[in-house]
C-alpha cells in the first residue's frame, strides 16, 4: 500500500477472481462461464460496431433498453444496464446502503457482497445458511435490513421459490431486497414478473452465464422506475458511457436470437444431470444444482486435495477456503468433451 492511499481503504479486502491461466490449456471449469460462443448475431452486431468506435456510446444505451423491455415484458424504464452485473452490485450498495441502513446475506454466497459492504462502509451481517446449504427463508422475515440474496445461490447451487422470495419482500417493505439472478436461467424462478407489486425489489441479473458473453461485461438492474432513476443518478456521477459501443450492440443481438441461449441452456442442463450422475458414482455428494455448475465433495479425499490433483491433470475448478465448504469444490459445467475429460481424471484420482 503506497503511502497515498486514502486510510479509508485500508481495511478493505479485495474479491479474488478465478484464475484466468495464460500458461498452458486448461479444461477451464472454474469461473462459470458458458463454453457455447456468443449468438452469431451478437458477434456480427459487435463487429459492425466496431466499425464506429470513434463515437462515444449511447449514455442512455436506448435501443438495447428498449428490445430488452420487449423480450422481459416490461418498461424500458424499469431497467438499467451496467458493465457487468458486479457494476450493479457496486450501485446497488452506494444507493440504498449506509450505516443507518444495514446490510445482510447469507453466510455462503458470492463474496463480492462483503466486498462492496466494506468498500462503501456499509455495516453487514452474514446469516448462515441451513445446515444442507439452503436459505431458510424464516431468517429474513421484517428483519429490517436491506438484503442480498443470490437465487439460485452460489457456489452452493440450489434456489428457493418464487413464493418465498415474496414472503421476504413483502415483509421488510421499509428496506431493498435485492435478488441476484444471474444463474436463474439455468433453472431458478424468476422474480422480474413481482417487480410492480413491490416497490423495494431489485432485481440483478448478467449476460456473462447463459448468454455466452462474460467477455463482452453486461448487467442490468430491473426494479420500480424510482429506484432505476437512483441508480442513474449514481451511474452518471461516475461514468455514463459505462458500456461500451461493442458490448451494446452484442446485447441486442443476443436479444434476437432466443432460440440460440435456449438451446444451449438445454445442453448444459443435460451435461449438468450426466456429470452430477457420474460423480455420484464416484462417491461424491452432489448438491442439487439449479445452475451452470454443481458443488461437491468426496468423503475419502480433501476439497483441496481434489483441485490440485485435477490442476495437475490440466482440469481446472473452483476450490474456496472457507470453513463451512473447504471440502467442497464447485465444477462448471462445460461441454460433453469437457465433463468426460473432468470424469476420466477424477476417475484416476479417487481409485
Ligand atoms: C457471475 C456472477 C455475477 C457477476 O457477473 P458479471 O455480470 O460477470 O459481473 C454476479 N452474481 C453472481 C452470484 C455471480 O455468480
Redesign the pocket.
Known amino acids: 500500500m503506497s503511502r497515498f492511499f486514502s486510510s479509508k481503504h485500508s481495511a478493505l479486502t479485495p474479491y479474488t477472481p478465478g484464475e484466468q491461466p495464460k500458461d498452458r490449456k486448461f479444461v477451464k471449469l472454474n469461473?462459470?462461464e458458458n463454453p457455447f460462443p456468443p449468438s452469431p448475431n451478437a458477434v456480427r452486431l459487435a463487429c459492425e460496431a466496431a466499425q464506429k468506435l470513434e463515437l462515444y456510446s449511447d449514455p442512455e444505451v436506448l435501443p438495447l433498453r428498449e428490445k430488452f423491455a420487449e423480450v422481459y415484458g416490461i418498461d424500458k424504464d424499469e431497467v438499467v444496464f451496467v458493465?457487468?452485473?458486479?457494476?450493479?452490485?457496486n450501485f446497488a450498495f452506494m444507493a440504498f446502503c449506509d450505516k443507518d441502513h444495514p446490510a445482510v446475506f447469507p453466510d455462503i454466497?458470492?463474496s463480492?457482497y462483503k466486498v462492496f459492504a466494506s468498500l462503501h462502509h456499509v455495516p453487514y451481517e452474514e446469516i448462515p445458511l441451513k445446515e444442507d446449504f439452503t436459505v431458510d427463508v424464516n431468517d429474513y422475515i421484517g428483519i429490517g435490513k436491506n438484503i442480498f440474496i443470490?437465487n439460485p445461490?452460489?457456489p452452493t447451487g440450489m434456489a428457493i421459490s418464487r413464493d418465498d422470495v415474496e414472503k421476504i419482500v413483502s415483509s421488510n417493505p421499509d428496506n431493498i431486497v435485492l435478488i441476484?439472478e444471474?444463474?436463474v436461467d439455468f433453472g431458478g424462478e424468476s422474480v422480474i414478473p413481482l417487480i410492480r407489486k413491490y416497490k423495494n425489489l431489485f432485481v440483478?441479473?448478467?449476460?456473462?452465464?447463459s448468454r455466452s458473453m462474460?467477455g463482452a461485461?453486461?448487467?442490468f438492474g430491473i426494479a420500480d422506475r424510482e429506484l432505476i432513476a437512483d441508480i442513474n443518478t449514481l451511474r452518471y456521477s461516475t461514468n455514463p458511457y459505462n458500456i461500451n459501443l461493442m458490448t451494446t450492440a452484442a446485447g441486442i443481438g443476443s436479444l434476437t436470437d432466443e432460440e440460440y441461449t435456449k438451446k444451449n441452456i438445454g445442453v448444459i442442463k443435460e451435461n449438468r444431470a450426466w456429470t452430477a450422475a457420474e460423480l455420484e458414482k464416484l462417491g461424491f455428494k452432489v448438491l442439487p444444482s439449479c445452475t451452470n455448475f454443481v458443488f461437491a465433495m468426496h468423503p475419502s479425499f480433501s476439497g483441496e486435495c481434489i483441485y490440485k490433483e485435477l490442476r495437475e491433470r490440466g482440469v481446472l475448478i473452483r476450490h474456496f477456503n472457507d470453513e463451512r465448504i473447504k471440502e467442497y469444490n464447485r465444477i462448471s459445467i462445460g461441454t460433453m468433451d469437457q465433463m468426460e475429460a473432468l470424469i476420466d481424471a477424477l476417475k484416476e484420482i479417487v481409485k
Do not use: C, E, Q, V
Open positions: 469461473t462459470n458493465n457487468g452485473s458486479d457494476d450493479i452490485l454466497t458470492y463480492f443470490a445461490n452460489a441476484d444471474a444463474y440483478t441479473g448478467t449476460y456473462s452465464k462474460a461485461r453486461l448487467g
